[in-house]
């Protein structure tokens, strides 16, 4: 008989969600994907576990969690680089660490990056909404959002061994981010140089962001054409440019469709380094595959 295990919520910090891997394929239905922001970094904690990379784990943004474990339990964290202690040791970042019953894992503000993932070997055991147990925050679907107090279960114990101790990834970084992008669908409802003048500046993150996207300020993109589109399908990554000229750049809970011209998509394995941008970083856009 397995004794019941669970992480207890002693506080959130900004913003803390529950998040795995999302919802593929619903999108003709009206349903966003969302998932975890970084999803390279949720993968990555549930590898070092033994769980599978779909399990679901705590999303913490600029950090301030702590959790208390009932049970014991084997935790992680990815992502951001935050001072983690357990009942005030310091705790490794991405380094498989043992939480006894009863003991607390507290995160620091974020030093580096802004989403850092909590995982616990066995994932955390909420009931799936529509095939997953992450919360978009946009459609206010999936698992509510935690407070103190709440228990949240954990999962039976996989049967693959953890193989490391601790994973030695680099730190996101604090200065400039460099993205790759592909232009269009929609950049021939601009200036014909419009994809120099993205390229060629620097973009501001600003305080007006969150898991639905991240709006930039920075060299006005600037329109050829009058008018709105029809909405269309929308995917994480697009730079949408409203009438101002300054695009906002959509994350995993973006909205399903939208009337703004997309001007270019950045590529799907740098959509994870963009999630880890703080407010006030700057963002320059590479073409292709290059960020030489």
Do not use: K
């Not at 400039?176 to 973009?203: A, H, K, M, N, Q």
């Not at 973006?254 to 270019?264: R, S």
């Amino acid at each position: 008989m397995s004794a019941f295990r669970a992480l207890e919520i002693i506080a959130t910090g900004p913003q803390t969600t529950i998040q795995d891997l999302g919802r593929e394929g619903l999108a003709g239905l009206g349903v966003g994907r969302s998932g975890a922001a970084d999803l390279g970094s949720l993968r990555l904690a549930n590898r070092l576990l033994g769980n599978s990379e779909g399990a679901a784990a705590l999303e913490v943004t600029l950090g301030g969690l702590e959790v208390r474990s009932r049970g014991g339990a084997w935790v992680v964290v990815t992502g951001a680089t935050t001072p983690a202690t357990g009942d005030g040791r310091p705790v490794g970042h991405a380094a498989v660490t043992w939480l006894p019953d009863g003991s607390s894992l507290r995160l620091g503000a974020a030093t580096a990056g802004l989403r850092s993932y909590v995982a616990v070997r066995g994932g955390i055991d909420v009931p799936p909404v529509l095939h997953s147990r992450s919360t978009d925050t946009m459609a206010g679907l999936g698992p509510p959002v935690p407070r103190p107090g709440d228990l949240l279960p954990v999962g039976p114990t996989p049967s693959a061994p953890p193989l490391v101790d601790v994973a030695p990834v680099a730190a996101p970084t604090t200065g400039e981010v460099l993205l790759r992008v592909v232009p269009g669908p929609r950049d021939d409802w601009f200036v014909p140089d419009v994809i120099s003048t993205l390229v060629g500046g620097t973009y501001e993150v600003t305080a007006e962001s969150n898991r639905v996207g991240m709006r930039l300020s920075g060299p006005v993109l600037e329109r050829a054409r009058e008018g709105e589109l029809q909405s269309e399908g929308m995917v994480p990554g697009a730079l949408q440019v409203p009438p101002t000229g300054q695009p906002t750049l959509f994350l995993a809970d973006h909205p399903v469709t939208g009337g703004y011209p997309v001007v270019a998509v950045v590529v799907s394995d740098d959509i994870g380094l963009a999630a880890q941008a703080q407010p006030g970083q700057h963002i320059r856009f590479v073409l292709g595959g290059s960020r030489a």
